[in-house]
C-alpha cells in the first residue's frame, strides 16, 4: 500500500451508535490531520497530531474523539452522531507541521448519519 | 486571521478551452505559502503546487500554469487545453508560518467540469 489509506470508504450509522474510522500513511511522516469536508463549505480542519501528539483541536465536539497510537495511524471515534454530522472526513499526513509542507490526503470515508 | 476566496463556485467548459480559477488570499503574515490542490470524484485531495511568498516568478507545468501576484493578493491557476480528466474540485489553500500555531486555510473550491 503507498500513500494515505482509510477505512471504512462509506459508513452509515444510527445517532447511537459507535463507530471508528481508521487512517494509515504510508510515508513516513510525522503529522497527521482529521478534516471534515461538508457540501458547499470550506475544509475544516479539526485535529492535528504531530509526532503523535495533538497539537489542535479545533472546537470540535466531544462526540468525536481522536487517537493516534503512533505517527503512522489515526483513527477517529464516532458516538452519538447528529445529522449534521454526515459528511466527508478526509485523513492527511504531512512531513511535520510546517507551514511549508504539502499535505497528502487519503482517499475519505463517506459518513452518514440516519 | 487567515482568509481564502475563490469567488467562482463552478465552472463548465468544452474540451480544449483555455480556463482560470481565481484565488485571491487575506493574510497579515510576510511569510505564507500558497497551495492548490485537486479533489476528483475519488475524493482524496491531490497537491499540484506550493509557491511561498518571496517567490513571485509565475510556473508553468505542461497545461498548468500559475500567477501570483502579492499586489493584488491572488495565486490564479490557469489550465491550458483543458481535457475531460481535468473535471474536479479544485481548492486553493494558505499556510501562514505562524509556527506552532500555523495551519492549512482552504477556499470553499471550484467545481470544473469538462465537456468532451
Known sequence: ?114 | AQKVTQAQTEISVVEKEDVTLDCVYETRDTTYYLFWYKQPPSGELVFLIRRNSFDEQNEISGRYSWNFQKSTSSFNFTITASQVVDSAVYFCALSEAAGANSKLTFGKGITLSVRP
Open chain 1, 1 to 114: 500500500e503507498t500513500g494515505v489509506t482509510q477505512t471504512p470508504r462509506h459508513l452509515v450509522m444510527g445517532m447511537t451508535n459507535k463507530k471508528s474510522l481508521k487512517c494509515e500513511q504510508h510515508l513516513g511522516h510525522n503529522a497527521m490531520y482529521w478534516y471534515k469536508q461538508s457540501a458547499k463549505k470550506p475544509l475544516e480542519l479539526m485535529f492535528v497530531y504531530n509526532f503523535k501528539e495533538q497539537t489542535e483541536n479545533n472546537s470540535v465536539p466531544s462526540r468525536f474523539s481522536p487517537e493516534c497510537p503512533n505517527s503512522s495511524h489515526l483513527f477517529l471515534h464516532l458516538h452519538t452522531l447528529q445529522p449534521e454530522d454526515s459528511a466527508l472526513y478526509l485523513c492527511a499526513s504531512s512531513q511535520d507541521k510546517g507551514s511549508y509542507n504539502e499535505q497528502f490526503f487519503g482517499p475519505g470515508t463517506r459518513l452518514t448519519v440516519l
